[in-house]
């Protein structure tokens, strides 16, 4: 079975632009979680949507949204990018069946903010 | 709040070598503890959980880790290190399915392994 998916790999941006990651859950799975995982830091959370709603947010400013499609794959979207936005973007998984929700994360999306 | 610490940013180990791993929470009700192990430019890959019960788990790799409630410990252990666990090893704790709250993972800064030949 495939794992998480997530695309680009990589992506480099100018100060002020938008970018959109993309996110597609384990085969299954309704949850899909975003966390930003700066150099030489553990991931923090972002977002968690399920059921295409989302369900948690962390402490992240407005510029950081997302949405969940009717196939469960999610899109992040950041504004007005600044160059402390540069870090590895992970997508996590989850069986919202599950009372205690393991989640499964991609490989990430590298973004570079020049 | 919760909160994970991990006490050791770098530890270096022979290979052959046991290791222990050390990771602290803070969580106000029953943790959801996890280990995950990252290999350098990769995402994270779950090593173990635990969620409730015997508090020695078993993990892939041969990895396990005990959950010490009276410390607030969930370390990692490994009896005789590979030089292929050469990563970066990061403690979560989850708060489990919260009204409102989603499901979020909070992580520790993670430690370092080195693995000498």
């Known amino acids: 079975d495939a794992g998480v998916t997530q695309s680009p790999t990589h992506l480099i941006k100018t100060r002020g632009q938008h970018v959109t990651l993309r996110c597609s859950p384990i085969?299954?799975?309704?949850?899909v979680s975003w966390y930003q995982q700066v150099l030489g830091q553990g991931p923090q959370f972002i977002f968690q949507y399920y059921e295409k709603e989302e369900r948690g947010r962390g402490n992240f400013p407005d510029r950081f949204s997302a949405r969940q499609f009717p196939n469960y794959s999610s899109e992040l979207n950041v504004n007005a990018l600044l160059l402390g936005d540069s870090a590895l973007y992970l997508c996590?998984?989850?069986?919202?069946?599950?009372?205690?929700?393991?989640?499964?994360f991609g490989p990430g999306t590298r973004l570079l903010v020049l | 709040a919760q909160s994970v610490t991990q006490p050791d940013i770098h530890i270096t180990v022979s290979e052959g070598a046991s290791l222990e791993l050390r990771c602290n929470y803070s969580?106000?009700?029953?943790?959801?503890l996890f280990w995950y192990v990252q290999s350098p430019g990769q995402g994270l890959q779950l090593l173990l959980k635990?969620?409730?019960?015997?508090?020695l788990v078993q993990g892939i790799k041969g990895f396990e880790a005990e959950f010490k409630r009276s410390q607030s410990s969930f370390n990692l252990r490994k009896p005789s290190v590979h030089w292929s666990d050469a990563a970066e090893y990061f403690c979560a704790v989850g708060a489990g399915r919260l009204t409102g709250g989603g499901n979020k993972l909070t992580f520790g800064t993670g430690t370092q392994l080195k693995v000498e030949l």
């Open positions: 996590a998984s989850g069986d919202v069946r599950a009372i205690q929700e393991t989640q499964y």
């Open positions: 969580y106000g009700a029953t943790p959801y």
């Open positions: 635990y969620f409730s019960g015997d508090t």
């Open positions: 085969s299954g799975h309704k949850s």
